[in-house]
């Protein structure tokens, strides 16, 4: 879209020009009111001016009126009385939303790209970036990563945003970083602890190995096996404990008949001493031999009664005398090495907590470089689908490039070229270009330019100071 008319009066420092559609150059000297033009012309589309006076000195109201070969007229007024107003016309339709419509048909870059040589190298990228267009949000942010990242200026365009949450000092790198510091510490105690656990721990049989069960099975066996061996020995000495008994009932016989023979010898010399006693002493003789009767009937009783005890137990030292004792050894072995493997149980699951740690460690580092790697791998899936504005424009980390080169390598020719290439990109855009202080350039930069935009098929709208005393309007 070409202008074919533009009419200016009373604003700025211009009284009244028209220009028709072509190509000029305004040049003179300083303060000469070359740039009226071109804020004019800005004024029109934008409805903005870094002036404090906008309508020509001592009139009432300044207007300027664009036309174009498609049929779009734009009519913007300032007043010093009335509200300033504008009309768009898209022919016969009168646009309703004016200052949408209108920047939709230009590009800042193509007002003033003088300007956009003078910024830094970061405003120039960012002013680059802005020009691929991508629809997005923080939900698709959301969608993306799962969550909106940490520590991203969401301000700044797609690109740049991504660039920020990939970065080496972004939240996901430093995170993933602490992260893996943290493994690697933990896999270290994990190697530290697991030295002095023996090689094919078996946890869940030594955690529930039953010691004291195995201690009660283990005294029980040895009971018995006492029980045996007292058995054995007691079943091997009943001879003699039997030889012991009667010897103890045969000596106390004989000690009764001992006694009984001395009593006898003196009794009987008693008799023969005392006559009289004669019949006393002889009942008493008679007696004795009761007395003696009933005494070894006591100890008959008591032999009975060892006899029995004896039987009695050389009964239950049968019983267990036959028996071989029960080895132990392999279970009292058992236990031991239950006792031995049972002192890792603690360490072991302080083991096992750490790797558990490490896992989910890990798992949340995998994570962060699976998103770092998505904020990677998406910028190159948005070229691929958003619109670029000039051929040969890439962007790597964030940061865009010309034909493989930083837009901050390129000379202010280039720079102002690249506004030329800009401005023809987008179908419907207002072919028309200003360029204020064409004398930055040299000879052929600005040559260059100039030819740029006539194969373009643009409107170049040249302002350049010269040392000549008039302004001069020269068609290109």
Known sequence: MKTTKIMIKNLFGIKEATLDG???????????????????????????SDRDYIIHQ???????IIETDSGLTIDRKARTTKADSVKVRDGNMLQTRPAEFLNGIFTPLQLNPVEFTQLSRQEKNRVILSLIEFPWDTNWI????????????YSKHILEVLAQIQAENGT?????????????????????????????????KWNTYPTGEKY???????????????AKAFRSSYESKLRGIQGEHDMAVAAIDKDISRERENLTGT????????KAAEDKL????????????????????????????????????????????????????AEAMQKHLNEYKRMVGMQDETDALQAEADELTRKIELARELPAQIL??????????????????????PISNLSDGELLELCVDITVSKPGQLGIILVDGAERLDKDSRKRLYDKCKAKGLQLIATRVTDSEELEVTEL
């Open 22 to 48: 072509k190509s000029v150059e305004i040049s003179g000297p300083k303060g000469s009111g070359k740039t009226s033009v071109l804020d004019s012309i800005r004024y029109a589309l934008t409805n903005r």
């Open 142 to 153: 959301r969608e993306q990563f799962g969550e909106i990242p940490q520590g991203v200026d």
């Open 271 to 278: 008799i023969e001493r005392l006559r009289a006693e004669i």
């Open 384 to 405: 691929a689908k958003a619109t670029i504005p000039v051929a040969g424009l890439t962007v790597e980390d964030g940061i865009p490039l010309i034909n493989g080169l």
């Open 216 to 230: 009660r099975e283990l005294a029980k066996l040895k009971e018995s096996n006492s029980v045996i061996e007292r």
């Open 58 to 64: 001592g009139a009432d109201e300044g207007e300027i």
């Open 286 to 337: 008679g007696g004795l031999e009761q007395r003696r009767d009933e005494r070894v009937a006591v100890e008959d009783s008591k032999l009975e009664a060892a006899r029995a005890k004896l039987e009695k137990d050389v009964g239950v030292a049968d019983e267990y005398s036959g028996r071989e004792p029960v080895d132990t050894t392999a279970l009292q072995e058992e236990i031991d090495a």
């Open 172 to 204: 996901y790198f430093q995170s993933r970083q602490n992260l893996n510091r943290d493994i690697r510490n933990k896999m270290a105690f994990i190697a530290d602890i697991s030295k002095d656990i023996p090689d094919h721990y078996d946890f869940e």
